[in-house]
């Protein structure tokens, strides 16, 4: 049962472009949500993350959103540059409890020039 | 940027073989997570540890064995390996029990042959 749900398995944007990435989840004890960036052959790099007792948390071009209620979270990157073609991965956890970190499947960005 | 790393980067062995994959980090974190990827696949948790001799299995079954002797090492052993271990390994550590991000090695891409 996967928990943590990424239905787009790929995405093409314009460079200049907003870049919205989707993810939702089922687990209404995860309270804890971050994105990673992965390269192929590389590990992935910690993007931006949020708590659930916020809905929006931005950091330079990336801002993640949470809506609680639709248990569902979006990156959005602007505007999109080619550096960022990747693969996305969303991830939930619990804050108490378990220390896992539940990956989606991922979703791969092809920023064109 | 994170301290954490994996050795190998890449291994082909024969089947039957015994690997050792070496993970270690010297950011002093007690939790420390072994995934194992496949293209296009989300990051499945094979094994954890939330501390010095302390190890758990995680959601995917595998026929791989941790341990955690020091706090800054955490090895993944399979006595004896099969085509069917061929993936993407990747270790991660994370500092608090709540939030906070995991920090991801560069992995190590196992293929047995």
């Known amino acids: 049962d996967q928990q943590v749900k990424q239905n787009s398995p790929s995405l093409s944007v314009q460079e200049g472009r907003i870049s919205i990435l989707n993810c939702d989840y089922t687990n209404s004890m995860f309270d804890y949500f971050l994105w990673y960036k992965k390269y192929p052959a590389e590990g992935p790099t910690f993007l931006i993350s949020i708590s659930s007792i916020k809905d929006k948390n931005e950091d330079g071009r990336f801002t993640v959103f949470l809506n609680k209620s639709a248990k569902h979270l979006s990156l959005h990157i602007v505007p999109s540059q080619p550096g960022d073609s990747a693969v996305y991965f969303c991830a939930a956890k619990t804050t108490s409890g378990t220390y896992k970190y539940i990956f989606g499947t991922g979703t791969r960005l092809k920023v064109l020039a | 940027e994170a301290d954490i790393y994996q050795t190998p980067r890449y291994l082909v062995i024969g089947t039957g073989k015994k690997i050792t994959l070496e993970c270690s980090q010297t950011m002093g974190h007690d939790k420390m997570y072994w995934y194992q990827q496949d293209p296009g696949m989300e990051l499945h948790l094979i094994h954890y540890?939330?501390?010095?001799?302390?190890?758990e299995k995680g959601d995917l079954s595998s026929e791989s064995t941790v341990s955690r002797i020091r706090t800054e090492h955490f090895p993944l052993t399979l006595e004896s390996a099969r085509p069917s271990h061929t993936s993407q390994y990747l270790c991660?550590?994370?500092?608090?029990?709540?939030?906070?991000?995991?920090?991801f090695g560069q992995g190590t891409r196992l293929t047995v042959v």
């Open positions: 991660a550590s994370s500092r608090f029990a709540g939030g906070g991000e995991a920090f």
């Open positions: 540890s939330y501390g010095v001799n302390s190890t």
